[in-house]
């Protein structure tokens, strides 16, 4: 399984920016497909995730209202929508793949390589 993420860049305060990951080599519709990042100093943290399906979609309290998790099955690829963008938003966001759908790092088998989010104030 491979996951290239792509789509960061600088945006201001307030701003929106859609950063998409492409996955490969397996079937898509059998993962569960997560978001997590990493502010510099920080340990990396869930932002969201969704189900095989999308039907299913989970964020963490610090994005939820602003951040929307979307796939598109027919392209193999997932992503993430983020509006009014905040300072703290600034981190390398990485995408993640495994069978379940869950929040903890340590239960990801599949990592992106990740993209640079900087909100400028």
């Known amino acids: 399984v491979q996951l290239q993420a792509s789509g960061g860049g600088l945006v201001e305060i307030g701003g929106s920016l859609r950063i998409s990951c492409v996955f490969s080599g397996d079937t898509f519709t059998s993962y569960a497909i997560a978001w997590f990042r990493r502010a510099p100093g920080k340990e990396r943290e869930f932002v969201a995730a969704a189900s095989w399906s999308g039907a299913t979609t989970y964020y963490d309290d610090s994005v939820k209202g602003r951040f929307t998790i979307s796939r598109d099955n027919a392209k193999n690829t997932v992503y993430l929508q983020m509006n009014n963008l905040k300072p703290d938003d600034t981190a390398v966001y990485y995408c993640?793949?495994?069978?379940?759908?869950?929040?903890?790092?340590?239960?990801?088998?599949?990592w992106g390589q990740g993209t640079q989010v900087t909100v400028s104030s």
């Open positions: 993640a793949a495994d069978f379940s759908l869950r929040t903890s790092t340590d239960d990801y088998a599949y």
